[in-house]
């Protein structure tokens, strides 16, 4: 079956670096994405990799590796507002998005 | 900027009734999907939608249909609401190109009594 696993809670401290990971199993791959879901609200993309590497966009940073089936995404200079649920997200040989169940992440000061 | 609307954020029906959700998006937009949310699990597709009048089932279309008679406009229906589809209810769409990036509505939080 297709699966896609991450943490389910994360905490960490205002100011700081977290790494938030994802391993996934489709059946192909097309895309990894992740999106940011704050409380109550709707998922905003934050990023997509379809190459192994690391893109980087301001604080926050994602990388991939097709061969493990392996992302994370790297948030630094930690702000509360960072606090939200992180989203990973694989396309799979349909272009069919899998989700996983997100990653509570909890920014204390 | 994308901008997907829903009718409604929060709703609450009755066991039996037939419920109907609406999601509207300006982008011209030809794929648009409906998700549902519970705690614990990831977003799971309900139904999804490539043109006007067509639409695909998804992963858990049990107790659901949906209705695209125009291309901004993607409706959800509960024909018969039961508690087990107390949700969130998230509306998204995307560009025509394969793996785009997926845009979505408020969401709509539905509790069947």
């Known amino acids: 079956g297709q699966n896609i696993d991450q943490p389910t809670e994360m905490t960490a401290t205002e100011g700081a670096i977290v790494q938030i990971n994802c391993t996934y199993q489709?059946?192909?791959?097309?895309?990894l994405f992740w999106y940011q879901q704050h409380a109550g609200e709707a998922p905003t993309f934050l990023s997509y990799?379809?190459l192994d590497g690391l893109e980087e966009k301001g604080r926050f940073s994602s990388f991939l590796s097709r061969s493990k089936g392996y992302s994370y995404l790297l948030l630094k200079e930690l702000q509360m507002k960072d606090s939200a649920s992180y989203l990973c997200?694989?396309?799979?040989?349909?272009?069919?998005?899998?989700w996983g169940a997100g990653t509570k992440l909890i920014i204390k000061p | 900027d994308v901008k997907v609307t829903q009718s409604s954020r929060y709703l609450v029906k009755r066991t039996g009734e037939k419920v109907f959700l609406e999601c509207v998006q300006d982008?011209?937009?030809?794929?648009m999907f409906w998700y549902r949310q519970d705690p614990g699990l990831g977003l799971r597709l309900i139904y999804f939608?490539?043109?006007?009048?067509?639409?695909e089932k998804g992963d858990i279309p049990e107790g659901y249909s949906v209705s695209r008679e125009k291309k901004e406009r993607f409706s959800l229906i509960l024909e018969s609401a039961s508690t087990n589809q107390t949700s969130m209810y998230l509306c998204?769409?995307?560009?025509?190109?394969?793996?785009?990036?997926?845009?979505f509505g408020p969401g709509t939080r539905l509790t069947v009594l």
């Open positions: 998204a769409s995307s560009s025509g190109r394969d793996a785009d990036t997926q845009y």
């Open positions: 982008m011209d937009h030809e794929n």
């Open positions: 939608s490539y043109d006007v009048k067509m639409k």
């Open positions: 489709t059946s192909g791959f097309n895309g």
């Open positions: 990799n379809v």
């Open positions: 997200a694989v396309t799979d040989s349909n272009y069919q998005l899998i």
